[in-house]
């Protein structure tokens, strides 16, 4: 498959569904701080994917991209982190919580594999 955009890319679409979930589930807290917190480190999960790619369009080095992919995967270890205490104070339910970290971890894992693939 050919990727012309980051819209094109499965590890951003991936990233936005982590985002629609996380504010899906804590739409109704009404801790800010936390919630607030945990919105942007998913938010630069998807948003640093785009600004990577965008800045390596018109280079052949691809290391300012793996950067960028650098801090995606480290947004989504934050994610996975904070999801364990919105789990501990009751935010959100265990089941719901598990489900995002797999889903947070699958996306780490793919992120890596995409850092490795280029060159």
């Known amino acids: 498959m050919q990727v012309y955009s980051f819209e094109d890319l499965v ?3 991936e990233a936005r569904k982590i985002i ?15 919630k607030s917190q945990i919105n942007r480190a998913a938010i ?18 691809s290391k300012q991209f793996k950067n960028f992919l650098n801090i995606s995967y480290g947004s989504c270890g934050e994610v996975r982190s904070m999801l364990y205490l919105a789990e501990d104070l009751e935010y959100i339910n265990s089941t719901n919580a598990k489900k995002l970290r797999d889903d947070c971890y699958s996306l780490s894992c793919k992120i890596v594999a995409f850092m490795q693939a280029l060159h």
């Open 11 to 13: 590890i951003w679409k």
């Open 20 to 34: 629609n979930e996380v504010y899906s589930l804590l739409k109704d807290n009404r801790d800010f701080d936390f």
């Open 44 to 61: 630069s999960i998807m948003n640093n994917i785009a600004e990577g790619f965008e800045r390596n369009r018109n280079s052949s080095d």
